[in-house]
């Protein structure tokens, strides 16, 4: 008589946990802060060697499109819409103090900052597009054509275009995003739409740089491919719309790769090898040796997407090495202090010209600007920043 045999029970197979789709607190995301403020340090620190500031105001573009679209889309899930009204109470309890004091600051010490009346008026004229956050359409309103190449004079604040275009960024988006209710449309749709915009702007950029207009365009009205990039990466990972795109994003060669490209711009600025006529040596910025050409202007794209590869990797593979590096402490501190430290680094850096302080070393001007620039930029965080981001708590809308 054959006895009935039963095969044990299989063992159940656990699905791979996916990641979690709400944002909450990444402190990845703060150590790519830290990266993108030491690109920008590095560049302006008068060392020479390395180019890679506007790489770093990119990492900044392209991350405040992701979180801001990634929090209000979470908001919409839960409340189907965004209140506005807190939505800008929360941004400027944030982000207006701190340049608003610095900008004080400036005008009240400026006989001491400035030793002639004309330059003192250059600086309040400065100090007035800053605080009106259009300082990034300079070029295209004033005579000024190319205010990165300014005489010292009319340069303690032309590091605040990019804050003007991310303020610009805040006012446009949001409303959009509600009043024209785009979470209701397909997330497909609007991720492709999003992509097809950023690639229309670089083409717009390149072709109205081919032209001559360069910084007064390129600087005021398309820097937009990099939020627009953010943005993309917010709706496709929150709706989940390209799983190849987050299987790819979860590889830690993605990282990698973005940051050997990030690092190799270091040497190659400004998509300089487009253009491999221009300059004499590897780290010479092209506009040195020609800015008619359009094709550097390219660059913004792809270091938008190798941004948006480091965003994407972060929030998706937190176990990585990578994840765990950026979630570092002291990366993360920096990445906290990043604000402070950008608003500040210029104009301390401006005062420790080599006009003012001829008979000093460059190594002590540097040691001098770095040391001071990390001390007012923490007397900031945490005597305005921090106590202003206390009343954010006002505009919390759950």
């Known amino acids: 008589m054959k006895t009935a045999t039963t095969s044990p029970p299989a063992t159940p197979t656990i699905p791979e946990a996916p990641f979690s789709r709400k944002l909450g607190y990444r402190p990845g995301l703060d150590g790519l802060r830290a990266i993108a403020i030491g690109l920008v340090l590095i560049e302006h620190s008068g060392i020479g060697l390395f ?24 908001e919409w899930d839960r409340d189907s819409t965004v209140n506005i009204r807190a939505f800008y109470g929360r941004r400027t309890v944030r982000i207006m103090p701190a340049p608003f004091f610095m900008l004080a600051l400036l005008a009240i010490f400026s006989g001491h900052l400035v030793t002639e009346e004309n330059k003192v008026s250059d600086l309040f004229r400065e100090i007035v597009w800053s605080g009106t956050y259009i300082y990034n359409m300079r070029p295209a309103l004033s005579h000024v054509s190319d205010f990165f190449a300014a005489p010292e004079s009319t340069t303690w604040l032309a590091h605040t275009w990019s804050l003007a275009t991310e303020e610009q960024f805040y006012l446009l988006w949001p409303s959009l995003l509600v009043f024209a209710k785009v979470p209701e449309r397909s997330p497909r749709l609007v991720a492709r739409a999003l992509l097809l915009f950023a690639f229309a702007t670089l083409f717009a950029r390149w072709a109205l740089v081919g032209i001559g207009a360069g910084d007064a365009v390129s600087l005021a009205f398309f ?65 040195e040796a020609g800015q008619d050409s359009p094709l550097p202007y390219l660059y913004w794209t792809y270091i938008s997407l190798a941004s948006a590869a480091m965003i994407g990797h972060v929030f998706i593979n937190d176990g990585s090495m990578w994840s765990k590096l950026m979630a570092w402490g002291p990366a993360v501190y920096i990445g906290k202090l990043s604000y402070s430290l950008y608003l500040w680094h210029v104009p301390v850096q401006v005062y420790f010209s080599r006009d003012r302080f001829p008979d000093v070393g460059l190594p002590w001007i540097i040691l001098a600007e770095q040391s001071l620039t990390i001390v007012v930029a923490m007397t900031s965080y945490y005597a305005i920043e921090k106590p202003f981001a206390k009343l954010r708590k006002r505009f919390v809308t759950h």
């Open 51 to 74: 180019n890679g500031g506007r790489n770093g105001v990119q990492v900044f573009f392209v991350l405040s499109g992701f979180l801001i679209t990634k929090l209000m889309l979470e």
């Open 223 to 287: 820097t937009f491919d990099g939020f627009a990039i953010g943005i993309a990466l917010a709706w496709a990972l929150h709706h989940g719309v390209w799983p190849k795109l987050e299987k790819i994003l979860a590889n830690p060669a993605v990282f990698t790769a973005a940051v050997v490209l990030l690092a190799i711009d270091l040497f190659d600025p400004y998509g300089q090898h487009l253009e491999p006529t221009k300059g004499t040596v590897p780290w010479q910025p092209w506009f």
